[in-house]
């Protein structure tokens, strides 16, 4: 085997058990079997725009998008432990505002999707009461007097205005 052969060899090695490590901690971690399409946490970002749907004015970036067979599935990530009664409205809110948008975006909705805590992953079935609520809640802070008031930017980080999903109508950005 000539020296090229060998370098060959011992790369293709490497980029499989690289490969089997990666899809061995996405299975610890709780993360369906599929392909990561986009990634907005850890060390490499691979969404390079937000999910948008003009239809219900929602913008965002979950924290990954998996494809697998049965659909894309989003993934939230945070930082802090499980609640004990299980995941927080808020926390279920967003997770749900994901699923819409991946469903306005993709065309279908997604089977599930996740919500990952330090101690804890929770898999979130995708339903149309949830869907329903959620539209719901925002149809009523849209309507509420409140709605018609400015608010303003919350932070002096300019990093956290250059990856926001409102940068290019928002006239407070950093």
């Given at each position: 085997?000539?020296?090229?052969?060998?370098?060959?060899?011992v790369v293709f090695l490497l980029?499989?058990?690289?490969?089997?490590?990666a899809n061995w901690e996405l299975a610890r971690r709780g993360f369906p079997e599929g392909r990561i399409v986009s990634q907005d946490a850890g060390?490499?970002?691979?969404?390079?725009?937000?999910?948008?749907?003009?239809?219900?004015?929602?913008?965002?970036k979950p924290d990954y998008?998996?494809?697998?067979?049965h659909g894309f599935v989003p993934v939230e990530i945070k930082s802090r432990n499980s609640p004990r009664a299980g995941p927080s409205d808020s926390d279920l809110a967003q997770l749900t505002a994901y699923c819409v948008l991946v469903q306005d975006v993709v065309?279908?909705?997604?089977?599930?999707?996740?919500?990952e805590y330090a101690d804890r992953c929770w898999r979130i079935e995708y339903t149309r009461g949830r869907r329903r609520e959620l539209l719901q809640v925002i149809g009523e802070i849209r309507e509420s007097p409140q709605s018609s008031e400015s608010i303003h930017r919350s932070h002096n980080q300019p990093a956290r205005c250059r990856a926001c999903g409102f940068r290019n109508v928002c006239d407070e950005r950093i």
């Open positions: 085997m000539t020296a090229a052969a060998l370098l060959v060899a980029a499989v058990l690289v490969w089997f490590r060390p490499r970002h691979h969404l390079h725009r937000s999910l948008t749907s003009l239809r219900h004015g929602l913008v965002g998008l998996i494809e697998t067979r065309g279908s909705a997604p089977p599930q999707g996740i919500i």
